[in-house]
Nanobody, 127 residues
């Protein structure tokens, strides 16, 4: 049984940092493209960052470039999203996902590219 379990969300102030984690069981993350998505209230799910199978460099969307860093720990079978200088517009439920090994290089920020999803973790940026 495949499970992706996120943790690390919370309530922070503008300018603060958070690190999200997503630990996988039932699959080996290195064999998949992996990604972070987010969904703000009343909006669709949008891609944030992804890493293709066998690689370590992330492809980011422009809105988070320079502020968010996606990484993975091979031994712990865990992916991370380090978020810095958080802004009000970053408020959302954040999801981790895994999909076909090449998807990050093809259509990596499309939710339809991913087969496995975590349950989501809430990030709220508020004064």
């Amino acid at each position: 049984q495949v499970q992706l379990v996120e943790s690390g969300g919370g309530l922070v102030q503008p300018g603060d940092s958070l690190r999200l984690s997503c630990t996988a069981s039932g699959l080996w993350l290195d064999h998949y493209s992996i990604a972070w998505f987010r969904q703000a209230p009343g909006k669709g799910r949008e891609g944030v960052s992804c890493i293709r199978s066998g690689e370590d460099n992330a492809k980011n969307v422009q809105s988070i470039e320079g502020r968010f860093t996606m990484s993975k720990d091979h031994q712990k079978n865990t992916m991370f999203l380090q978020m810095t200088n958080l802004q009000f517009e970053d408020t959302a439920v954040y999801y981790c996902a895994a999909g076909g090994p090449l998807m990050c290089g093809l259509d990596g920020h499309n939710p339809g590219s991913y087969n496995f999803w975590g349950q989501g973790t809430q990030v709220t940026v508020s004064p």
